[in-house]
């Protein structure tokens, strides 16, 4: 069992940067894939970014791509994300999840463990 628990959410105006934690409970941590979703009001949610297990592998949606960046520590059982260059369109609830696949997956379906998500909010 994986809890985990987001934050680092707020309001910040457009160009401006922030910094999201996922913090994990649970000495397995280390062995699972862990994601970044979002879900704007009226839509789904949507895939932000997932790293592995090893840091090794990062993946991220095209809409992202070059202004975020996911990381991971796994002695401090924690992954984060790294927001700049934010925009408007980014304005979301951010969740991280946790996934026992063997390789990075992308889908919703993949995650087994999701936190309760953190608002971020950018202004125009």
């Known amino acids: 069992q994986v809890q985990l628990v987001e934050s680092g959410g707020g309001l910040v105006q457009a160009g401006g940067s922030l910094r999201l934690s996922c913090a994990a409970s649970g000495r397995t941590f280390s062995s699972y894939n862990v994601g970044w979703f979002r879900q704007a009001p009226g839509k789904e949610r949507e895939f932000v970014a997932a790293?592995?297990?090893?840091?090794?592998?990062?993946l991220y949606a095209d809409s992202v791509k070059g202004r975020f960046t996911i990381s991971r520590d796994n002695a401090k059982n924690t992954v984060y994300l790294q927001m700049s260059s934010l925009k408007p369109e980014d304005t979301a609830v951010y969740y991280c999840?946790?996934?026992?696949?063997?390789?990075?997956?992308?889908?919703?379906?993949?995650?087994?463990?999701w936190g309760q998500g953190t608002q971020v909010t950018v202004s125009s």
């Open positions: 790293i592995s297990r090893s840091r090794i592998i990062k």
């Open positions: 999840a946790a996934s026992s696949t063997t390789g990075v997956q992308k889908g919703v379906d993949d995650y087994d463990y």
